[in-house]
C-alpha cells in the first residue's frame, strides 16, 4: 500500500472511531418490527374498545373522557398503549443490546444516555398534554397527539444515532399531521404511522446494517 492509500485508510479509519464514539450504532431493526407489529395490535384492540363505547359514527369528534360513562374507556385505552409501549422498548433494549454485544461495542454509554435524554423530554411533554387536555379536545386530536410527539420524540434522538431515525420522526409527525386533517380515519392513519411505518423501517434497517 502507498502513502497516499494508507492516508486515505487512516482517515477512513478515524472517521469511523469518531462516529462510533458520538452515535449510538446499535439500534435493532427487528426491534422496529416487532414494535410495528405490536402497534397494528394495539390499534385493533383500540379500535374494539372505542366502537364499543361510542356508538355514533362520528365518534372523533368526542373527547374521550368528556362523558362519566367514558372513563372506562379512557383506562383501557391508555392500558392498550402502555402495553405496546412496555413491549415495543423491551425488545429494542433485548435486540440492541445483543446486536451491540455481537459486534463487540457496549450498549450503554454516555451517548446512550443522552439518546434516551432527548427521545423522553419531548415524550413526556406530549403524555402530560394529552393527559390534560383529554377530556377537552376531539378523539382525534388525542390521536394524531401521539403521532406528532412521538415524531418530535424520534427526530430530537436522531441526533445521537442513526441518520434515518431523524426521516422516521418525521414522517411520524407528517402522519400525525395526516390524522388531524382526516379524523374519521384517525386509527387506520395511527395503525400505519406505527405499524407500517416502523415495519418498513425495520427492515430497511435490518437489511441494510445485518441487525
Known amino acids: 500500500m ?9 482517515i477512513k479509519v478515524i472517521k469511523k472511531l469518531m462516529e462510533e464514539s458520538s452515535r449510538f450504532l446499535s439500534l435493532s431493526g427487528i426491534s422496529g418490527i416487532i414494535a410495528g ?4 395490535a394495539g390499534a385493533v384492540v383500540a379500535k374494539l374498545i372505542i366502537t364499543g363505547t361510542f356508538q355514533p359514527e362520528d365518534w372523533y369528534s368526542t373527547p374521550f373522557a368528556s362523558d362519566p360513562a367514558a372513563h372506562r374507556t379512557v383506562v383501557l385505552l391508555f392500558a392498550d398503549m402502555a402495553v ?13 443490546s445483543r446486536k451491540a454485544r455481537k459486534s463487540g461495542h457496549t450498549a450503554w454509554t454516555h451517548i446512550t444516555r443522552r439518546m434516551l435524554a432527548s427521545l423522553f423530554i419531548p415524550l413526556v411533554t406530549g403524555g402530560l398534554f394529552i393527559l390534560i387536555t383529554i377530556g377537552r379536545v376531539p378523539a382525534n386530536v388525542t390521536i394524531a397527539s401521539t403521532l406528532i410527539f412521538y415524531g ?3 427526530i430530537s434522538a436522531g441526533k445521537f444515532t442513526l ?7 418525521v414522517l411520524e409527525v407528517v402522519t400525525g399531521l395526516i390524522c388531524l386533517l382526516l379524523p374519521e380515519w384517525s386509527i387506520l392513519i395511527w395503525a400505519v404511522g406505527f405499524g407500517a411505518m416502523h415495519i418498513v423501517y425495520g427492515l430497511l434497517m435490518h437489511l441494510r446494517y445485518k441487525g
Do not use: K
Not at 37 to 40: D, K, S
Not at 89 to 94: C, E
Not at 163 to 169: T, Y
Open 152 to 154: 418530535l420524540a424520534v
Open 37 to 40: 407489529l405490536l402497534a397494528i
Open 84 to 96: 405496546v409501549l412496555v413491549l415495543s422498548l423491551a425488545a429494542a433494549v433485548l435486540f440492541s
Open 2 to 10: 502507498n502513502q497516499p492509500d494508507q492516508h486515505l485508510e487512516d
Open 163 to 169: 441518520g434515518e431515525i431523524h426521516w422516521l420522526g
